[in-house]
Nanobody, 126 residues
Framework: QLQASGGGLVQAGGSLRLSCTAS????????LAWFRQAPGKEREFVAA????????LYADSVKGRFTISRDNAKNTAYLQMNSLQPEDTAVYYC?????????????????????WGQGTQVTVSS
């Protein structure tokens, strides 16, 4: 089970950090991802990371502004969002996919993630 938190209202240029806490004892066996969905739009990929090796995958729209990280000891993943813009306004979801081998490749495909959190609203005002 995934629980996302940390959303809120922020002015353009501001920052927020989202958290995604997972229950269970096998957190480090999962790739973690963030997606977002704006009103009237499809859910889109934001960022993903797996434990080892950690080579995060980012959507082009957030590269250089967002950073995904994880603390396996706390069963928590984070999304640090800087330089936020109004177009970043959306409900942000964390998702997880089981890492099945050392050759597992991170994916931006929403259908590859089996486990989802409830979403947290991020609103960026201009």
């Amino acid at each position: 089970q995934l629980q996302a938190s940390g959303g809120g209202l922020v002015q353009a240029g501001g920052s927020l950090r989202l958290s995604c806490t997972a229950s269970g004892r096998t957190f480090n066996r999962y790739a973690l991802a963030w997606f977002r969905q704006a009103p009237g739009k499809e859910r889109e990929f934001v960022a993903a990371d797996k434990r080892n090796p950690s080579r995060p995958l980012y959507a082009d729209s957030v590269k250089g502004r967002f950073t995904i990280s994880r603390d396996n000891a706390k069963n928590t993943a984070y999304l640090q969002m800087n330089s936020l813009q109004p177009e970043d306004t959306a409900v942000y979801y964390c998702a997880a996919a089981r890492v099945t081998s050392v050759y597992y490749t991170l994916t931006a495909d929403v259908t590859d993630y089996k486990y989802w959190g409830q979403g947290t609203q991020v609103t960026v005002s201009s």
